[in-house]
């Protein structure tokens, strides 16, 4: 049997006597998606950081389709086939639209260290056809600085889609979208992941993303791995419903575990 | 064993002001985030105002008195600086505040020679510390005792304001989140002025209480200035019990490097504060700063090539500049010449600030090493004047590469301040290594040959040579390898994600910068027949510097269009008056107020606005 696509074991990280996350595992399979969960200070950013290589682990090890990437830089983990996008998106305030998408696709293309030629020449059809998926088409020529954040949001997928990545990791994704947004970004993220087989590991406040949208959901809270299972299963859960809702009387024995 | 005692506390002594200069200097930056480049000619007005002062004061009593009130009217001065020119421009980015500083700095260092003359003046002795006292049979000053423990008494008084007053708790809070301080209602203007006028007393007192040490003149600000930011690196900047530290190991280094390794002794220091660095990248004491700004030239108007009718109009321009020795004389194309050599050295410099975000305070290291390289290749390997100005950049590359592995490993004021020590480790060795660079006297006999020789001759060399290397900086900038180095100029999280190698590819435009720099640097070897230390002096930097920032980082031509302005500016007033400094001085601060984005950025703006009114 093939490894999986994404495989933690053990992940382990503390900053100063504060264990951000404890002991974490978990995997990930081709195509599927993915939801982490879990209160604010639950060590979800500090997960996504071990995972995409910003953060490196005091413990545990990091599995890509059965190859060791504990701690290896983002930069290689782009060239491995990993997308990423930040909970504050990360795009190239000096350039357009259509140039950002540029640089992204010059990378994946290993043509980034030219030091002639026009940087917006080649890959022009590649270009055209990311941004019409994300539906930017007609905003390729402004200045990136000044989208609205929806905008922005949506170009980070796009260079995030540039490398044909098999596994996106996206930290918040709709986060300060407007609602007509959030559901149409996340609806073309699910297609993307049906339609290339590419697995997909986010973060996100908004439960009525997670529960439409999530194969599995994952909860963390306090650093640690509490609860993982099918959407179903986790609305049931009395802990995560402790974790969320607190601890009512009915739950105060199993609020310590 | 006692000489080595001797020697110990001369170093503590020399320590003393060091570190109060360097304290001042650490304590406004952590709070105002202003790199206070005046923080030397605060000193020195210290020293001025101290000697005048002992002069009408009579006394014991009296020499006392004039240190701490001279102390106190420069502290009234910096505080006018602060409140006329600083609160302007506290938003802009820290270069501006540099740029802004050093030239009252400039004017500074002229008002204090039509004030006080230019030459020399030497200070009383301290009265009733004009002996010595005999420590194991070294006869130490007593003065050099007194500054020997006033230094840890006034690092106790600091803390303790730090710690016991509400000011001193506001300060540290300052320090950490000025944002916070602000949210919860301090005022912030009268917390950065009073921490200006702290900082600047301190600086003064340093100044003054050298007075009985060494001869007061007008050239002490550079030297301390450069020794302060040295301090204040490896101290960690924002902590004043750092800046202590570290003055103490600068003047231990200074005090014992003499006597162990006195031709390298002034590389000795910069050399330990690179290795700091670069274990410590924040210096000992220091902490990482949390609210990075925005790099300079993040701006949100994309750069684009020229148009086909822009390019017309650049051609034609050259044409007609190329045509200058049909009509002008031998003085005009000299002029001309350099100023085509500072066209290219100051795009070199804006290719790395402004497509590569690396602030450098130290660029003209690479265009004196290329100097020396054309001048070695001449005159040592005998090569001819095509040859030296082919190989002498090799130099200046190779330099660039060294210091470069460094800078980039660094971000912000950190890396501009390796770059002023590389550049100054540089500098010492021209200066001292005089077997091989002539040190002081120079190399001499650089002559052009063949059809250079001629003025007219010369003058096209310089213009074909600085069009070229425009033109390839340019093609840069809009090439793959480019839009790489303002991606990771622009997000280096975001950069890193898309396999971008972000060091690899600043370390490569820092070299690729340096390699331009040293090419102007080989032809201005060939301009003025010789090449002298000067050429990787910090006002040459500066120099640079001012171009840039004056033309424009934000814009694509600020580097040409400011070297232009700047170098017909200085010339002209050089040729005007003899109080160039002063002028010039004046002239840099009006700027930074009345164009923060610069003459090029100015004219954009200009252009956006007309365009916009016509479509």
Known sequence: MSPPLLEAESLAKSYGGVAAVRGVSFSLAAGEILALIGPNGAGKSTCFGLLGGQVKPDAGTVRLSGQDITGAPPRRLFRLGVGRTFQIAATFASMSVRENVAVALLSHHRALARPFGRATHPHHAETDTLLDLVGLADQAGRASGELAYGDIKRLELALALANAPRLLLMDEPTAGMASGERIALMRLVARLARERNMGILFTEHDMDVVFEHADRVLVLDRGSLIAQGPPAAIRADAQVRVIYLGTGLTFAGDADA | ?615
Not at chain 2, 10 to 16: D, H, P, R, V
Request: aromatic share 12%; glycine share 12%; hydrophobic share 60%.
């Open chain 2, 1 to 615: 064993m006692d000489f080595f005692v001797a020697q110990f506390l001369t170093g503590l002594a020399s320590a003393c002001s060091l570190f109060l200069v360097a304290s001042g200097l650490s304590i406004i930056f952590g709070v105002t985030r202003i790199v206070n480049f005046a923080h030397g000619a605060f000193y020195m007005l210290g020293a001025y105002v101290a000697y005048s002062l002992t002069e009408r004061f009579s006394g014991a009593l009296g020499f006392w008195a004039a240190l701490v009130c001279a102390a106190a009217l420069v502290a009234v001065l910096g505080v006018a600086m602060e409140i006329l020119l600083l609160r302007r421009i506290y938003r802009a980015p820290e270069l501006f505040q540099l740029l802004a500083t050093f030239g009252v700095t400039l004017m500074v260092e002229d008002l204090v020679v039509l004030v006080f003359g230019p030459e020399d003046l030497l200070g009383p002795r301290a009265p009733g510390l004009k002996g010595a006292v005999d420590i194991l049979g070294q006869a130490i000053p007593a003065y050099d005792l007194f500054l020997v423990a006033l230094g840890p008494l006034v690092l106790g008084a600091i803390w303790l304001a730090f710690h016991n007053t509400r000011w001193g708790i506001l300060v540290r809070a300052a320090t950490q989140d000025r944002d916070m301080v602000a949210a919860l209602g301090v005022n912030q203007k009268w917390l950065f002025t009073s921490v200006f006028a702290l900082g600047v007393f301190l600086a003064a007192l340093g100044g003054a209480l050298q007075l009985p040490r060494e001869a007061v003149n007008h050239a002490m600000d550079l030297k301390i200035i450069v020794e302060v930011f040295v301090v204040v690196v490896i101290g960690g900047l924002g902590s004043v019990t750092g800046a202590f530290l570290a003055a103490v190991l600068v003047c231990e280094l200074n005090a014992f490097g003499v006597l162990v390794l006195p031709q390298v002794s002034l590389v000795l220091v910069f050399a330990v504060m690179a290795l700091v660095l670069v274990l410590r990248p924040y210096g000992l004491l220091g902490r990482p700063d949390g609210a990075a700004r925005p790099a300079i030239g993040t701006f949100i108007t994309p750069w684009r090539p020229f148009t086909a009718r822009e390019r017309m109009l650049v051609a034609a321009l050259i044409a007609l500049v190329a045509l200058l020795p049909l009509g002008a004389g031998v003085y005009v194309l000299s002029v001309a010449a350099e100023i085509a050599i500072f066209v290219l050295f100051a795009a070199s410099l804006h290719f790395l600030m402004g497509a590569g975000g690396l602030p450098s305070f130290g660029h003209a290291a690479y265009f004196g090493l290329g100097a020396y390289g054309a001048a070695f290749a001449l005159k040592l390997a005998g090569l001819s004047m095509a040859g030296a100005i082919l190989l002498g950049p090799l130099l200046g590359l190779a330099g660039a590469v060294l210091f470069g592995w460094f800078c980039v490993r660094l971000s912000g004021v950190y890396s501009a301040m390796l770059t002023l020590a590389f550049a100054q480790i540089a500098w010492a060795v021209a200066f001292q290594w005089v077997g091989v660079t002539g040190g002081d006297n120079g190399l001499l006999g650089i002559w052009p040959q063949g059809f250079a020789a001629t003025p007219a001759g010369f003058y096209w060399l310089a213009l074909a040579l600085a069009i070229m290397g425009v033109a390839a900086l340019r093609t840069l900038i809009f090439s793959p390898f480019g839009y790489a180095l303002r991606a990771a100029r622009d997000n280096a999280a975001r950069a890193e994600a898309l396999g971008i190698d972000r060091h690899r590819i600043q370390w490569a435009a820092f070299a690729l910068a340096g390699l331009f720099a040293a090419v102007a640097g080989a032809l201005f070897a060939f301009l003025k027949g010789s090449v002298f230390p000067d050429t990787l002096g910090i006002p040459l930097s500066v120099d640079a510097l001012a171009m840039v920032l004056l033309g424009g980082v934000e814009t694509i031509s600020g580097g040409v269009v400011g070297a232009i302005a700047y170098k017909l500016l200085s010339i002209w007033l050089m040729s005007e008056t003899v109080h160039s400094k002063l002028v010039l001085g004046a002239v840099i601060v009006t700027l930074v107020v009345a164009f923060p984005h610069g003459i090029g950025g100015a004219f954009t703006r200009l252009r956006d606005r007309l365009g916009g009114a016509a479509a």
